[in-house]
């Protein structure tokens, strides 16, 4: 098992920037990648970046590509986003996944997520 935990969210104003962060725990040890989801009201969730659990292999969705940052610090056990020129339409909850297997895309672990919202 695999357990994620979010944080960081809250309410900001168009042009902010908030840091999410995903404390990871568990049987880490076969990870393959970490992502980071949204899900706005009344939208499907939606990828919007990943990082690779070894080496530095970064994904990040075109709507977010320039402002939002993946990171991840194996000492802490955490990936992080960073949330930059923050715009009224990021405004979901985020959710961080885990995901275990090169061959599948698909996301086995998922945290309980965190709001974000961008006041305009």
């Known amino acids: 098992q695999v357990h994620l935990v979010e944080s960081g969210g809250g309410l900001v104003q168009a042009g902010g920037s908030l840091r999410l962060s995903c404390v990871v725990s568990g049987r880490t040890f076969n990870l393959f990648r970490m992502g980071w989801f949204r899900q706005a009201p009344g939208k499907e969730r939606e990828f919007v970046s990943a990082i690779a659990w070894t080496g530095d292999s970064t994904y990040y969705a075109d709507s977010v590509k320039g402002r939002f940052t993946i990171s991840r610090d194996d000492a802490r056990g955490a990936v992080y986003l960073q949330m930059n020129s923050l715009k009224p339409e990021d405004t979901a909850d985020y959710y961080c996944?885990?995901?275990?297997?090169?061959?599948?895309?698909?996301?086995?672990?998922w945290g309980q997520g965190t709001q974000v919202i961008v006041s305009s």
């Open positions: 996944a885990a995901r275990q297997s090169q061959w599948v895309s698909r996301y086995e672990y």
